[in-house]
């Protein structure tokens, strides 16, 4: 159930940051010693050393905020082309914050130009040497400015729309990417239409961010307040235009049908099925009457709006709190979940007749998962973000495979010190943001990851995320 930020603090501009990832490498001043993993709660740092980022570890990484932290955001679809794989690239957000105080909260509208990268090769093309690596480094540095153009520096063009109260989460509509969703933590669910604001920032080519201060009084176009409590769980229907779910903290599930493109009905009857908070929602990809809900009760619940205000399912899900579900959109029989635990579990949910439908069980993460999210783009692969200031990347197709982790060997004639009780499925560790809260895939640019925590927003893209890359990188 951690959802708050701690001590919110407004950031301060910086020009730039210390990361934290996995594959740390040694100060340049120090003798070059094998790289190795870095294992948050287990390895410790000496007196003096430091973990600093490997940019070779990344296809493309940039980081940036717009002010207040922000426990929940979305990327806003846009019409920039569906695969989109060559640098630099643009994305759409829409956010909310959690500041200190209740009336200066809002919702942040933004556009990031300029995100630049490059593909790297996962196997050297051939062996060097501790120096020509430095080399090969900075020479790499040099000439990926010149390819991509300028310094490289993404450029953040932010509107501000006023918020009452912090955002607990926001969502846009997948069909109407305008039309956005908010939970409040004054209890009330509002809907926005923020067109006008992404129409300007699509035609605004300079960085308005240094002027962002001001802030736009905007009315929702639906205030709904018949939830008893505050909540976090939201979710558009990915196949109903403008169906919409909201769940609160007193364990009620709502059902918003669409009247017109600016109205909606709100069911006064809300499905009831948990025993304590309703933590997350998601609808089914494939199913427009079925979705899925999870709770602080430890169980995840399937419901048919077609069959009454009871689950058509439900059953015991982890053994603490199921803060957040995503529903696999490729391989719609598969549901993933994270555990306050810090456990996250698949489920077929073909399965659920015979009882034990979980097929697979990670209890890599030590503290509670907080965002879990299938790829868009490979049926096999999730992120998962953790209190632990991890955010994971799994493969659920991989197994280990000690030929080919010899023959990887053998090419970069090193030893990969990977510790030897890592998951065979784990692609991926990125680290240096503090208290990770949310994550998305972009579903228009493969292999792109957009996290929020409490020092801002990280934008990744992982260099051994890329099979669904053409064969000639950007």
């Known amino acids: 159930m951690v959802r708050s930020i701690k001590n919110p603090k407004k950031a301060k501009r910086k020009n730039k940051g210390s990361k934290k990832e996995d594959g740390s490498s040694s100060s340049s001043s120090i003798p070059s010693m094998p790289a190795k993993v870095w294992q ?32 929940s955001f979305d990327i806003v679809r846009d019409t920039l082309g569906l695969v989109r794989t060559e640098f630099p690239h643009q994305v759409y957000f829409v956010a909310g914050t959690q500041a200190e105080k209740p009336s200066w909260n809002s919702i942040g509208i933004f556009k990031v130009n300029n995100i630049t990268g490059k593909r790297r090769e996962l196997v050297p093309s051939k062996p060097t040497d501790d120096a020509d690596e430095e080399s090969d480094s900075s ?27 912090c955002v607990n989460r926001i969502r846009a509509m ?3 990417p305008h039309i956005c969703a908010s939970w409040g933590d004054s209890g009330h669910v509002q809907i926005w239409d923020f067109s006008s604001h992404l129409n300007a920032l699509a035609e ?5 961010s240094q002027g962002a201060s001001s802030v736009f009084n905007q009315a929702p176009l639906m205030k709904f307040g018949g939830h008893k409590d505050e909540g976090y769980a939201i979710d558009w229907s990915p196949l109903v235009p403008g169906r919409l779910v909201s769940g609160d903290c007193k364990n009620s599930i709502f059902l918003w049908e669409p009247t017109s493109a600016s109205t909606w009905n709100v069911d006064s009857t809300p499905f009831i099925g948990h025993a304590a908070s309703v933590e997350d929602l998601q609808w089914s990809p494939t199913e427009q009457n079925v979705f899925a809900s999870c709770s602080v009760d430890g169980t995840i619940a399937i419901w048919d709006t077609r069959l009454g205000k009871k689950p058509a399912a439900s059953f015991k899900a982890h053994n603490a709190d199921v803060n957040v579900i995503s529903w696999n959109r490729l391989a719609s029989c598969m549901l993933a979940s994270g555990c306050d635990d810090g456990t996250f579990s698949i489920r077929d949910l073909r399965l659920l007749k015979d009882g034990d439908s979980v097929v697979a069980h990670f209890e890599y993460h030590k503290h509670p998962v907080t965002s879990i999210e299938w790829s868009p783009h490979e049926a096999s692969t999730l992120a998962v973000s953790s209190s632990d200031c991890q955010l994971t ?19 970069t004639q090193e030893q990969v010190n990977a510790p030897e009780d890592l998951p065979p499925q784990l692609l991926f560790v990125h680290q240096g943001q503090k208290d990770l809260k949310e994550l998305h895939w972009h579903a228009q640019i493969p292999g792109m990851i957009v996290s929020t925590a409490a020092d801002g927003f990280n934008i990744l893209m992982p260099s051994n995320i890329q099979s669904t ?3 000639e990188g950007a």
């Open 40 to 71: 948050p709660g287990v390895d410790k740092l000496e007196e003096g050393e430091e973990l600093q980022c490997d940019p070779s570890a990344y296809n493309s990484l940039h980081a940036f905020h717009i002010g207040w932290p922000c426990l």
């Open 139 to 165: 020479d790499s540095d040099e000439d990926s400015d010149d390819e991509l153009g300028g310094s490289g520096t993404p450029v953040l063009q932010l509107r501000k729309v006023g918020h009452e109260g």
């Open 174 to 176: 997948n069909q109407n």
């Open 204 to 208: 605004s080519e300079t960085d308005v």
């Open 393 to 411: 990347i799994w493969d659920l197709s991989l197994e280990k495979d000690e030929e080919e982790e010899a023959e990887f060997k053998a090419k």
């Open 469 to 471: 890359l053409p064969s």
